[in-house]
């Protein structure tokens, strides 16, 4: 008579194996899934531009007008008197919150008060707006401004540093956290100075946007297709200790340089990431240099909305001539998109 053994389990080297196949089988999908995720992350990302650009767009259309980068800066460099006597602070993509489907948190903005205090500027000696007075209590507005809102944040960054904090040059006073934004109007790196953006000559090398700009579509001779409206930015910028000199842009207000995004700036063409300014130290993705510049954390591009309310990605190797003339709104140069 035979009898039949039953087996009782796996033993340890199957078991091993097992495991060391499901590892090999993650590891296969991992990548997968990332590249899945990334690109669902950089089409929501192009979503958003899009409706920041049509926004603008219905602005226009309500106004005679797009909206200016801001209004009455109070840290602008000053060397000509050319500051407004009244320091608002604001950052124009506050009033695009009625395009954005925001009406309730419009509602709770006092546009006759400023948006931060800052009348100074903060690095280097530079006196700033001295001859300007911050409109009522920038206090008013702080709730406001604190509030995260995800049309402002591109999902592939993923950064919690997303709040300026109270007071000081960079906050909103008493009771306030500037909310960083990733998405910022295209401008000049002349934009520091006090209403650069009406005495940048030859007018034909203005960027859509800047200081109490007035621009209309019909300005941007180049065509609506050609020229750059809204692009982006990373949250974190390099912020050392010994050389504190600006941070990314909040979507509430105008602080200490920021003046929105140049993607020319200094020579810094788009995706330029910080080294601890020359220090010997690898790049770190994702941490700007400094202000203004253009970046994100999609593999190797960096999205913008053009002025017909299109998006496109340019890739970070774009050249600074090209750069240079997308961001000029009549220029007379036409650019093929590379």
């Known amino acids: ?3 039949n053994r039953v087996r009782g389990g796996f033993t340890l080297i199957e078991l091993l194996v ?8 993650i590891g296969l999908l991992l990548p997968a899934v990332q590249k899945i995720r990334e690109a669902a992350n950089r089409m929501s990302c192009s979503n958003k531009l899009k409706q920041i650009a049509f926004a603008c767009h219905n602005y226009e259309s309500a106004h005679g007008q797009l ?3 801001g209004k009455g800066y109070g840290w602008c460099i000053n060397t000509l008197n050319t500051g407004d006597a009244k320091i608002y602070n604001l950052n124009g993509l506050v009033l695009l919150l009625p395009y954005l489907e925001q009406d309730n948190l419009y509602a709770r903005v006092d546009l006759t008060q400023a948006m931060s205090p800052q009348n100074t500027g903060y690095c280097c000696s530079y006196v700033g707006n001295t001859s300007g007075t911050v409109q009522g209590n920038p206090g ?3 709730a406001a401004v604190s509030v995260l809102l995800s049309i402002f944040r591109c999902p592939s960054d993923r950064s919690s540093n997303l709040y300026l904090g109270a007071g000081g040059a960079y906050g909103t006073g008493a009771d306030g956290n500037g909310v960083k934004t990733n998405y910022d109007f295209i401008v000049s790196e002349e934009d520091f100075y006090c209403n650069a953006w009406s005495r940048i000559t030859p007018p034909n090398m203005r ?3 800047g200081e109490n700009s007035t621009c209309r579509f019909t300005d941007i001779t180049d065509g609506t297709s050609n020229t750059l409206m809204i692009g982006e930015q990373t949250t974190t910028n390099y912020d050392g200790t010994a050389f504190t000199n600006g941070t990314c842009t909040p979507w509430g207000y105008r602080a200490w340089v920021h003046i929105g995004i140049d ?4 020579g810094s063409g788009l995706n330029k990431w910080s080294n601890n300014w020359g220090a010997l130290l690898e790049r770190r993705r994702g941490v700007l240099e400094s202000w203004a510049y253009a970046g994100s954390l999609h593999a190797g591009m960096v999205q913008f909305a053009f ?3 299109s ?3 340019l890739k970070e190797a774009t050249d600074l001539t090209s750069l240079g003339r997308l961001a000029a709104m009549a220029d007379g140069s036409v650019v093929d998109i590379p």
């Not at 097992?18 to 089988?25: E, F, M, N, Q, Y």
């Not at 993607?263 to 200094?266: A, C, D």
């Open 1 to 3: 008579m035979y009898c």
């Open 307 to 309: 002025a017909d309310g």
């Open 67 to 69: 909206p200016p980068a």
């Open 207 to 209: 960027r859509i946007f």
């Open 18 to 25: 097992v495991i060391a196949i499901i590892a090999i089988l």
């Open 311 to 313: 998006v496109r990605a």
């Open 140 to 142: 008013a507005n702080a």
């Open 263 to 266: 993607p020319t700036i200094w």
